[in-house]
């Protein structure tokens, strides 16, 4: 790719954190912001995204299966979701703004589930070597204040929802694994404050980072 070329290459944003830190929530409202400054965003998902992509969830999501399968099955609906989603957005110059990436699959496979993490390098490499977000935003909440939200929702939960707390502590203590080893890419967000609070916190780390 050419210096011009680079320079024209949309921002890729992802937004991580336990079940029930509320990072969904606050991606439109990131959105926002990125178009208010003209550019176009597209905002996607994991796993999910594509059409195989969101036939992929409703396994992985509701279906029992071996940790490796789980594993592979996110890989391969993060490989579609690159092809046909992602990746033509970047070369667009769109910014890209998904709810989940890799660290997620490091997080809840390996740090929750315990699958060997040298496994999960030789699946990253493999399908998406070439390419890491720009930004990730950490929403990070105790998992004891995050099982309470989870249990509050009036809707039934899916298999990983429904996990007991040690897991998601697990889960947690992966994801600031996975921030400390790579500080200039991740950017812990305390979540467990007032929501205009956390949206000033979103704002100001677009801007520091990316805009």
């Known amino acids: 790719m050419s210096r011009s ?15 029930g830190a509320g990072k969904s929530s606050h ?7 990125v178009r208010g400054r003209g550019l176009n965003v597209l905002t996607t998902r994991e796993p999910g995204g594509t059409a195989l992509g969101e036939k992929l969830r409703g396994l992985l999501l509701h279906e029992a299966m071996h940790l ?5 099955l996110m890989f391969a609906a993060r490989r579609e979701h690159l092809a046909e989603v992602i990746e033509p957005a970047l070369q667009r ?10 660290d997620a699959t490091y997080a809840y496979q390996s740090g929750g589930r315990g699958l060997d993490k040298a496994k999960l390098v030789q699946l990253e490499q493999w399908v998406h070597g070439h390419l890491q977000p720009d ?4 929403f990070d909440l105790p998992s004891s204040v995050a099982s309470q939200r989870i249990a509050a929702q009036a809707r039934d939960l899916d298999r990983f ?21 790579a500080p200039q890419r991740i950017r812990r967000i305390d979540a467990n404050q007032a929501r205009d609070r956390i949206k000033k916190l979103i704002q100001e780390a677009l801007i520091e980072y990316c805009l």
């Open 135 to 138: 930004l990730t935003l950490l």
């Open 27 to 33: 991606i439109a409202g990131a959105a926002a912001l």
């Open 5 to 19: 070329e680079s320079r024209k290459r949309g921002k890729f944003i992802t937004f991580e954190g336990i079940d």
């Open 68 to 72: 490796e399968t789980e594993a592979l």
């Open 161 to 181: 929802e429904q996990e007991r707390a040690e897991f998601h502590e697990r889960v947690r203590l992966a994801y600031l694994e996975r921030a400390a080893a």
């Open 93 to 102: 110059g769109d910014w890209v703004i998904c709810d989940r990436f890799s």
